[in-house]
């Protein structure tokens, strides 16, 4: 499985118009693509950022719907969008989906490791780490993408509200310094998204 992201940011007065264009075309566009498989798209509303990955069975389905639909994204993103980055990823380890409703919460940590390292640093996220994160209360689904040429690595996880996304900061603080250190990986960033809208189609 492959994930293309998008990372925009951009006039935080800005970001309503581009969600609600993403809520009312995202999922009739990417369905029309043959290998969809799934779609989350996620804000930070204050400081002004929107996050979207779409889920694609093989890397050339990824590859071909990006040259579709690369179009229609930018002119989607272009009322609020300053920047944009557009990456694709592996799938490493994944949990079933599961099923967030309205209010539900995303965190996302970023790494870097020697790229001969990914599938160690893989292991540990699903032996030490992922045990822990299923336990947390209102967990909803994580996963981990990669990309084997740089060792760059993305841990997402949802919650299936705001409330119990907070209560996990400390026990994953505390989780995520152990993984590291025993996969000798470095975390680059760590951030949290509103969940705007979720569609899941890898059953």
Known sequence: MFVRTVYATGNPERIDRTLDGFRAEAVGLLTAQPGYRGYGLFADRELGKITMGSWWESAQAERDSDRELRAR????????????????????????PGE??????FRVVRTDADPAAVDRMAEVFRDRALPVLEKSPGFVSAA????RATGRASVGAIFAD???LVASRGPQADARARAVAAAGVTVWSLEEFEVVLLDHRRS
Request: net charge negative.
């Open 144 to 147: 981990m993408l990669v990309d």
């Open 73 to 96: 994204r930018a002119e989607l993103l272009a009322p609020f969008e300053g920047t944009a980055a557009t990456a694709l990823w592996e799938v490493a380890v994944e949990t079933p």
């Open 100 to 105: 967030a409703g309205p209010g539900a919460w």
């Open 162 to 164: 705001r409330e119990t």
